[in-house]
């Protein structure tokens, strides 16, 4: 997208040369004869950089740098004037002006003046989107999987971000639909630019349009100066968001124009701002049954659902489950300074067995809390007491389990569901089934030792 710059000045001359000479070098110009017309278009639309005439028919030009400086904090400003003297630039630069150009001057000054502004602007915005990114937490997640649903989605997804539409995300709380955004956004064209997430359920209605919009000073209650929004922050880039199905009607109906125009406003301020970011959306929601419900708009699901992808929950892809524990494992281990973990076979069959209502994010963090209360560099299923989780006692019974487990040699709970203690246990025979009987073999393959595989078998009355 074109830079647009303004030229405020008084000089017909000046104007279509400075006009012509920034044309040609690709910018939208947009002119103003007098000091107001240039604020109606600065109240009325978004500029790169103003360039401003100290010596105007109509208002002071130290009064337009106050005045344009007041609306937008962060717009370079340029002083252009043939009455140019050190003091009327030192005031000019204490007001709020960028830089100072005297006439008069040749074409070439001219755009290096224009270059050097806008790319400290560009600077500016670009470590702004940084600070906010350092604020997150330390070291980017990578989404994991080679199961054939992950394989399938990961084509689906490389395919979409050769494209610039938009996409919805939908798939159950803790399955990666964030990442997955992001694996679209780091494959596309917009990769060098801002990748700027925004979690809508997080977000309450009254700083909503705040957030995504920006605001100007004295907009409201605690306004103490202009806020640029995410739709700016992601400019060139990708905008994510999250949670979309929880945006109130009255907001969807802000979000649709936006969406729909790539055209913002800053709350308090009637100035359209051009912006150019692709949007990704992602629910945990039904979109669809909610249009039904009347609480989601059909027209915004219609925008944001040009391209759809689901991620599986973690129970439809349990072949992924030993790869996630190993990269989890690595992850915590140099966070906590705990290398080289691993987990049994024991333990990594209860993990498979598991339905993990949390998915994903469920496996990370009991992942997690092993690495910091397992005792050994070996994390078996004692370890699971250790670091008070109890997901053994919720492990159900799943339609494609082996039969061993769909015919169990006792009673599941009353609830129906097996003990941690009994997946263990059909584990272990299930492993001396396959040795035959060998018991070192078996201890070796459930990676514990004899003595601690013949307690188990004691314990169980096996002998």
């Known amino acids: 997208m074109k830079e647009s710059i303004l030229i405020i000045d008084d ?16 910018y939208d110009v947009i002119e103003s004869a007098t000091g107001k017309d240039g604020l109606d ?12 005439d100290l010596k105007l028919p109509d208002i002071n030009g130290l009064d337009l740098i106050r005045s344009t400086r007041e609306r937008d904090l962060s717009v370079p400003i340029v002083v252009i004037t043939g009455y140019g003297t050190i003091q009327n ?10 830089d100072f150009l005297p006439k008069p001057f040749e074409p070439d000054e001219l755009r290096l003046v224009v270059q050097r502004n806008l790319k400290a602007h560009r600077l500016a915005l670009e470590n702004l989107y940084l600070r906010e990114e350092l604020k997150k937490k330390e070291g980017e997640k990578k989404i994991i999987g080679k199961s054939p649903q992950m394989e399938a989605l990961f084509r689906q997804a490389t395919t979409i971000a050769s494209t610039d539409s938009t996409v919805l995300i939908t798939g159950e709380s803790g399955t990666g639909k964030g990442l997955l955004a992001r694996y679209i956004h780091d494959h596309s064209d917009r990769k060098d630019f801002p990748f700027v997430a925004v979690d809508c359920s997080t977000l309450v209605p009254t700083l909503f349009e705040s957030e995504l919009f920006g605001h100007v000073k004295g907009a409201f209650t605690g306004a103490e100066s202009n806020k640029i929004g995410k739709f700016e922050m992601a400019s060139g880039g990708t905008l994510f968001l999250d949670e979309i199905g929880n945006v109130n009607l009255e907001l969807q109906a802000k979000l649709l124009k936006a969406v729909e125009e790539k055209e913002i406003s800053r709350v308090g301020s009637h100035r359209v701002t051009r912006v150019d970011v692709r949007i990704i959306a992602a629910t945990n929601k039904d979109l669809r049954r909610e249009v039904e419900k009347g609480a989601f708009r059909e027209d915004l699901f219609f ?60 496996l990370e963090n009991i992942v997690e809390r092993l690495v910091i209360f397992s005792r050994g560099r070996v994390i078996d299923v004692e370890d699971l007491g250790l670091a008070g989780i109890r997901i053994g006692e919720r492990i159900e019974k799943k339609e494609d389990a082996p039969e061993r487990l769909q015919e169990p040699q ?37 990676g514990i030792d004899r003595k601690t595989l013949r307690q188990k078998l004691k314990k169980w009355g096996i002998q």
């Open 11 to 26: 000089d017909s001359a000046i104007r279509d040369g400075c006009s012509q000479v920034l044309r040609k070098s690709g």
């Open 303 to 362: 925008r944001l659902n040009v391209l759809a992808l689901r991620t599986p929950p973690l129970r439809e892809r349990q072949g992924d489950i030993a790869e996630l524990v190993r990269y989890f494992l690595d992850v915590f281990g140099k966070k906590y300074n705990r290398m080289d973990l691993t987990v049994t076979p024991a333990l990594l069959a209860i993990f498979e067995e598991y339905h993990w209502p949390g998915n994903v994010r469920e």
């Open 410 to 446: 006792t009673q599941p709970a009353s609830d129906g569901v097996l003990s941690l203690s009994e997946i263990e246990r059909r584990h272990i025979l299930s492993v001396l089934e396959q040795t035959g009987g060998n018991r070192s073999e078996a201890a070796r393959l459930l």
């Open 41 to 52: 278009k600065i109240d009325k639309y978004e500029f790169d950089l103003v360039l401003v």
């Open 89 to 98: 630039a030192v005031e000019a630069m204490r007001l709020g002006a960028n």
